[in-house]
């Protein structure tokens, strides 16, 4: 099956520090990206979708200037987080859309903001 | 009417039971349904999925079972395993590219032996 991978698994980072996340379709081009965020116990929140090539569209009430998105690739999207606070620790959870529309996720990515 | 509505919160059964888990969805525009299956600190991963144009679908021991007119889909864990504990998700969206995936809220089951 269709592997997507995240990078890095975990990471810790000081507030007012930013951190990027990357999301990779290893085996198949993936023109659309999805980024969520998944706090404990609770389901997965959608922040945004990617096109590879245009401007991220942003879920409501998810600053786009704190979670910047680029999808430079077909194979490659990032999520940095930038000036992080401990509000912002959470597990980031990417997918990607492979031609037939079906979407795969990565492994996810856990931030915690000390 | 973008909602996924999923139930039980949590479920324990017998190793060997069956495990049901419902969902139930308001927007007619959705027309494919997966369900995932996400293990502490992973990611979730497609189990099965279903589009509305047939009642069930079984591969091996997952059963989905799907009526359109009630908007509502579940799914049959037959002979249920220690390993299949873990998290579960319904999801519904539209097909095609570009679409959002509406989750349901999850159901944790465990699976004793």
């Known amino acids: 099956g269709a592997v997507v991978s995240q990078h890095p698994s975990w990471v810790i980072c000081k507030s007012g520090t930013s951190v990027k996340i990357e999301c990779r379709s290893l085996?198949?081009?993936?023109?659309?990206m999805f980024w969520y965020r998944q706090f404990p116990k609770q389901s997965l929140m959608l922040m945004a979708t990617s096109n590879e090539g245009s401007k991220a569209t942003y879920e409501q009430g998810v600053e786009k200037d704190k979670f910047l998105i680029n999808h430079a690739s077909l194979t490659l999207s990032t999520l940095t987080v930038t000036s992080a606070h401990p509000e912002d620790s959470s597990f980031y959870i990417c997918s990607a859309e492979d031609p037939s529309y079906e979407q795969y996720f990565g492994p996810g990515t856990r931030l915690t903001v000390t | 009417q973008q909602q996924v509505k999923q139930s039980p919160q949590s479920l324990i059964v017998q190793k060997g039971g069956i495990s049901i888990i419902n969902c139930a969805y308001e927007n007619t525009a959705f027309d494919y349904f997966p369900w995932y299956q996400q293990f502490p600190g992973k990611g979730p991963a497609l189990l099965i999925a279903i589009r509305p144009d047939v009642s069930e679908k079984k591969e091996g021991r997952f059963t989905i079972s799907f009526n359109k007119s009630a908007k509502q889909f579940s799914l049959h864990i037959m002979d249920s395993q220690p390993g299949d504990s873990a998290t579960y998700f319904c999801?519904?969206?539209?097909?095609?590219?570009?679409?959002?995936?509406?989750f349901g809220t999850g159901t944790k089951l465990q699976v004793i032996p």
């Open positions: 999801a519904a969206r539209v097909s095609g590219g570009y679409q959002k995936v509406t």
């Open positions: 085996d198949f081009q993936a023109t659309t």
